[in-house]
């Protein structure tokens, strides 16, 4: 066997090894395999402490960071007022990040976490990524993705969609901002 067959051999069983291991995995609540991993709820606090940079700043207070082999690559939090730009949400910043991070213009195996459900235009912006998952806490009702989509599916068909995780704290700091901006 030459150095390349032995090579390709390894890799695929590398492959399968993997996927039975994540097929196995005992519930979807892990972010990435691997040992010592980290689950949601530790990724959403670092969301969280994003939201609250966003909030001592003055800007609406969401934060996000995405995750790439049980990671940050990247974090972001709301920059609207800062950037003198409506379009400057987290998600946004913390995708572009994570492109500038891991030099590719996809990420198909990153996770996304977001404090509030994502407006249209990021789940946009999170289509055009390839995003693997996507995590948020606080329901939008106002400004959220479903608000518009309804039922229907805005993300890239393969992603996955998990809500709800710290949803109180994420949603606490919201109404804080609001009451205290009155
Ligand atoms: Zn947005």
Not at 12 to 29: C, H, Q
Request: charged share 25%; glycine share 6%; proline share 4%.
């Amino acid at each position: 066997m030459s150095f390349f067959e032995v090579f390709t051999e390894y890799a695929d069983l590398y492959s399968k090894a993997k996927y039975l291991y994540l097929k196995a995995l005992p519930f979807r609540g892990w972010s990435v395999i691997g040992p010592g991993f980290m689950d949601d709820t530790h990724f959403m606090k670092e969301a969280l402490k994003q939201a609250r940079e966003a909030y001592d700043a003055g800007e609406v207070p969401v934060g996000a960071v995405v995750v790439w082999d049980n990671k940050i690559i990247a974090r972001g939090h709301n920059q609207v007022e800062r950037l003198n730009d409506s379009t400057a949400h987290a998600e946004m910043i913390a995708l572009t990040s994570a492109f500038n991070t891991l030099g590719s213009k996809y990420l198909p195996e990153a996770v996304l976490y977001v404090t509030v459900e994502p407006c249209l235009m990021c789940c946009g912006a999170m289509y055009w990524s390839k995003i693997k998952r996507i995590v948020y806490g606080a329901e939008d009702v106002k400004n959220g993705y479903r608000k518009t989509t309804g039922e229907n599916f805005p993300f890239h068909p393969k992603a996955e969609v998990t809500k709800g995780i710290l949803a109180d704290e994420c949603a606490q700091l919201m109404k804080d901002f609001f009451i205290a901006r009155r």
